[in-house]
């Protein structure tokens, strides 16, 4: 039967796994091979997907995908697992797990680096959620140094550590499973590790409460010729469990030696770095007991693949020793072999670039599979390679490892019985998202009010202490009110990531996708999308960052482009403003149909998205559920930390040139003539004795908005305005409501006052201000003398507004996050000319109905 017709908390084997491509590697990889059980824990609450439990983690997995997977039902309380009939003699270890844990220590690094430091370059490797980060921010400290990889957006961060006389550099790698390079991870990770910037040393975490899956990895590194040491972290976690572990023999028969850890509190460190500087002495000084083939502790091993395949390897490796010279950052000749073997399709194009010969070494392989084709049967090469590796580890734990035999309700199952149940799943999910978003934005409000209020007053101190002119102007309303305008989200985008931190450290990000991934996948998208989408109603530029969480790059990039149509805040005060003013009666309901718009938009767009551009096969939805784990403060304040300086560092800058450009353009030409009349017309109210206060006041008030209405139309934004109204006029625009667009591609809220200046010449948005708009709106004119907002118009525009470029800020965002302008150049043509397209429809089809 089908994995995806077992019902909860029965138990099965797996009996085969059909599909291709992506999704089998990736299905199999996760320990979903011949032979392993599985126990369904729960369906999410829209029944799919489902939550299994395998290897001893837990995994979520797609029905369609479940359906792929045959399993035999075991009967409850059946079989047992194969490691039960191990005698308890071969896995006695010195010390149990707990005095174990007594014993370890933190690491006392030396504080500064003086004098003639050895080097030392280690990459830390690991599946997701081991502990890479805990122990790369333990062990860097206060010299952490993050820095970008330039062209991906996969980040690796740098870090030292002076320990003993040796100056260690860290490199923290993104987490993967395996390392056959179907995701943009696994790729980067296989590249840097063969590449021109390989570590001397691979430092690999594991999760000691789940070694049959994370020493996959690990064998797929050593196969790589690769010298590692590891880590058994979450050695606290283990030693609560009542299991056994004889690790050094463990070590012994892996050639990888083994330090017990606990990251999250640095215990155990100090023995790691010290094996690992020793194993490093070792290698330079070539002594028997780390390098020898038989005995090192760091001595290669082979996975043997079978009496299938093994000759095939053989035959290949000759070929390849024969015909592809071997330079130092060739990889091993097996790895080569094997890999090709399994039909390594990045490793083949490499090979192809870099080797005259491979050619003739692929077809080779294609012709000795061909000849073995028959023997395959059901199997392929890629399954059999994959049994092999698992067979091997399970062969390893047999010897070493002794699990507690019946699986108590731990912590995390009853927290998952609560937070993705049937019925209460949505509402806490619901309420703790409500909870998010009010706090984003609402509690963020007050800090954004005083840090307004503060960039306000600096700016009136600086334009009453400068001289008038040109450069006061750019200070005050070019650079102060744009640096203004890049720290005011600081607030919203700190509490964001004060919540992102402890959903995704507690474990609750999974949780989530797992209980949204059914409505996402309906859009093409992912569970982890959702989150992006509801942000995206505060604003757009926290929660495109936020779209980090998502590890499939097609799924990230889809949220990320439609993100833009989730209506923000800054787009609110225009329909306030418009939906008053020509639907004062049905405001509430145009604004409802606004924001269904904006989500309507954004599910096609995602649609769109995914059938045409990022079409094709995704990352299946084995998304692993991670154990419960307390957050620390630490970890928690880093995290925000690192976000809001990248967010100042690097949309900081590019915002603030664009709003100084927009300024420019609104500010420019200068009407010196006009501005020369506007000040002899006040000066000579100011002496005309037949005024009294108040009439002299108003007059100078309504001198000043004719001259800023003027300027205004007279500016480059002005003139731009005018030569767009061809293109906009179809829509039933004209050029002032094309002025008030163009300046709202800085910020949306900006179209507001634009439009104030326009109509009333007054930029205020205060309250009274605000009804004298609105009244002018209504009023206004065309020269036909037909009103130029009509409500069919306003619709129109606002539409247009919900829809058109988002704003420079997200833009940018979009440009970073993706990793190239061209997606930000997309959003930009796409999102416009969707908005032009729907209020081109509004605007006709109205037209047809209304007239
Ligand atoms: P990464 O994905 O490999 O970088 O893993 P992280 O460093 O982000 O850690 C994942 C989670 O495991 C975090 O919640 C950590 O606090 C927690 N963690 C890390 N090391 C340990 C450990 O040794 N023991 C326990 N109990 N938790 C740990
Ligand atoms: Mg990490």
Redesign the pocket.
Same mark, same amino acid.
């Given at each position: 039967m089908k994995l995806s017709e077992l019902k909860a908390g029965q138990k099965a084997v797996i009996q085969r796994v059909d599909g291709t491509g992506q999704f089998r590697k990736r299905i199999l990889e996760m320990g979903f091979v011949q032979g392993k059980e599985v126990t369904v824990v729960q369906g999410a609450p829209l029944k799919d997907p489902i939550y299994y439990r395998i290897l001893d983690y837990n995994v979520s997995l797609r029905l369609e995908d479940g359906a792929k997977i045959e399993v035999r039902l075991l009967p409850e309380e059946g079989l047992q697992a194969a490691s039960a009939d191990t005698s308890e003699e071969s896995i006695l270890q010195p010390r149990e797990p707990e005095q174990e844990l007594g014993n370890m220590l933190p690491l006392r690094s030396r504080q500064h680096g003086k004098g003639n430091n050895k080097h030392l370059r280690i990459a830390l490797v690991?599946n997701? #959620?081991? !502990?890479?980060?805990?122990l790369f921010n333990q062990a860097s400290g206060a010299h952490e140094h993050v820095g970008n990889y330039s062209g991906v957006t996969i980040e690796a961060k740098t870090g030292y550590i002076y320990y003993r006389d040796y100056r260690i550099e860290i490199i923290d790698l993104p !987490?993967a499973y395996s390392l056959s390079a179907y995701s943009p991870e696994e790729l980067y990770i296989r590249d840097f590790l063969l590449g021109e910037k390989r570590p001397d040393l691979v430092l690999n975490?594991l999760d000691t409460c789940n070694l049959e899956r994370n020493l996959y990895l690990t064998l797929q590194v050593k196969e790589l010729g690769l010298p590692i040491v590891a880590a058994l #972290?979450?050695?606290?976690?283990f030693a609560t469990r009542g299991e056994r572990l004889n690790y050094p023999k463990l070590a012994r028969l892996l050639g990888v030696p083994m330090i017990p &850890?606990?990251?999250?509190t640095g215990l155990g460190l100090q023995a790691l770095f010290d094996e690992i500087i020793e194993v490093w002495e070792g290698m330079l000084e070539g002594r028997e007991e780390v390098i020898s083939p038989e005995i090192g502790k760091i001595r290669p091993i082979q996975v043997n693949y079978g009496s299938l395949l093994e000759p095939v390897i053989e035959e290949l490796s000759t070929k390849i020793d024969q015909h592809l010279p071997f330079e130092a950052d060739r990889p091993p000749t097996r790895y080569i072999a094997s890999r090709l073997v399994e039909g390594d399709k990045p490793l083949e194009d490499q090979l192809m670039n870099r080797y005259p010969k491979a050619a003739f070494i692929i077809s080779a392989r294609d012709y000795a599979l061909r000849t073995i084709k028959d023997e395959l049967t059901s199997h392929d090469a890629e399954e059999l390679m994959t049994d092999a590796r698992y067979g091997f580890i399970s062969g390893a734990l047999r010897e070493t490892y002794q699990a507690n035999r019946q699986h108590r309700e731990s912590l995390t199952d009853k927290i998952d019985h609560i937070v993705a149940h049937r019925l209460w799943g949505f509402p806490i999910f619901l309420l703790l998202m409500y909870v998010m978003f009010q706090a984003t934005f609402s509690l963020g409000q007050y800090p954004m009010d005083w840090i307004e209020a503060g960039v306000g007053m600096l700016g009136d101190f600086i334009a009453s202490s400068m001289q008038e002119g040109p450069l006061r102007d750019l200070l005050v309303d070019g650079i102060i009110a744009g640096v203004g305008g890049v720290i005011v989200f600081l607030p919203n985008i700190l509490i964001l990531y004060f919540f992102i931190s402890i959903f995704e450290?507690t474990g609750y990000m999974a949780r989530s996708a797992f209980i949204m991934d059914k409505i996402m996948h309906r859009m093409g998208l992912h569970g982890k999308s959702f989150i992006p989408l509801i942000m995206g109603f505060g604003c757009n530029v926290p929660a495109i960052m936020s779209t980090r969480t998502i590890e499939s790059r097609k799924s990230r990039m889809i949220t990320m482009l439609v993100v833009p149509f989730m209506s923000c805040s800054a787009r609110l005060p225009v329909y306030l403003l418009l939906a008053g003013a020509l639907f004062p009666d049905r405001a509430a309901l145009v604004l409802f149909v606004l924001y269904l718009s904006g989500i309507l938009i954004a599910v096609l767009s995602a649609r769109l998205l995914k059938s045409t551009y990022f079409k094709g096969e995704d990352v299946p939805f084995v998304m692993e559920l991670p154990p419960y784990?307390l957050? &620390?403060a630490q970890?928690v304040v880093r995290h925000m930390w690192a976000r809001a300086k990248q967010y100042l560092h690097k949309m900081g800058t590019v915002i603030l040139v664009a709003s100084i450009v927009i300024w420019f353009l609104g500010y420019f030409p200068r009407q010196s003539e006009q501005e020369q009349q506007l000040a002899d017309q006040i000066e000579r109210l100011e002496q005309n004795p037949n005024l009294n206060e108040e009439e002299r006041n108003s007059q100078r008030i309504e001198l000043e908005h004719a001259f800023a209405q003027y300027h205004q139309e007279n500016s480059w934004i002005g003139r731009i305005g005018h030569a767009s109204e061809p293109l906009i006029r179809p829509l039933g625009f004209d050029w002032k409501m094309g002025v008030s667009l163009i300046s709202g591609l800085a910020a949306k809220e900006v179209v507001v006052s634009t439009l104030g200046v326009i109509y009333t010449g007054d930029p205020d948005d205060s309250e009274e201000a605000q009804h004298q708009l609105s009244e002018r709106i209504r009023q206004e004119k065309r020269p036909d003398g037909s009103p130029s907002f009509t409500p069919l118009v306003a619709m129109g525009f606002m539409l247009f507004v919900l829809i058109y470029f988002p704003c420079v800020a997200t833009i940018i965002a979009i440009a970073r996050e993706s990793g190239s302008w061209r997606w930000g150049a997309f959003s930009v043509i796409y999102s416009c000319a969707l908005a032009w397209f729907v209020a081109f429809a509004v605007h006709q089809i109205g037209h047809l109905l209304v007239v």
């Open positions: 690991g997701p #959620n081991c !502990g890479k980060t805990s !987490g975490v #972290n979450m050695f606290d976690e &850890t606990v990251c999250r450290d784990r957050p &620390t970890s």
